[in-house]
């Protein structure tokens, strides 16, 4: 069908491909936060979000919870939780596209001073 003119073909993009970051090379020096919405319960449950903390170097979970959205207090007890184990995190790094870099750092971190 293309051959005769009835159809043309798309033209696909191209592979946006992103510059690969070295891993920190020890423990506790940036943990990776992030938050997965998904059906974690198969239906025997509502939807809900797992808020993870990850370290860099080790790719170890050093805090994880369920809520139901992803939201800064259900962070902010995920930071409480990984105090109790880790202690103060730095830097760290979120991957959610629900907080701007500025805004983690800024809230975040300034929980961290109040806690610590």
């Not at 860099?56 to 184990?85: P, R, W």
């Amino acid at each position: 069908m293309i051959e005769q003119g009835l159809w043309k073909g798309r033209s696909r993009k191209k592979a946006r491909i992103h510059q690969s970051r070295e891993r920190r090379p020890q423990f506790g020096e940036l943990v990776q936060i992030d938050g997965s919405h998904h059906d974690w319960f198969e239906g025997r449950a509502s939807k809900c979000c797992l808020l993870v903390f990850v370290d860099d170097a080790t790719s170890n979970i050093l805090g994880l919870c369920f809520f139901e959205q992803e939201t800064t207090l259900g962070y902010m007890k995920v930071i409480q939780q990984h105090l109790g184990s880790y202690g103060r995190p730095w830097p760290i790094i979120a991957i959610s596209t629900v907080f701007s870099g500025l805004l983690v750092s800024s809230v975040l971190m300034g929980y961290l001073q109040i806690l610590n």
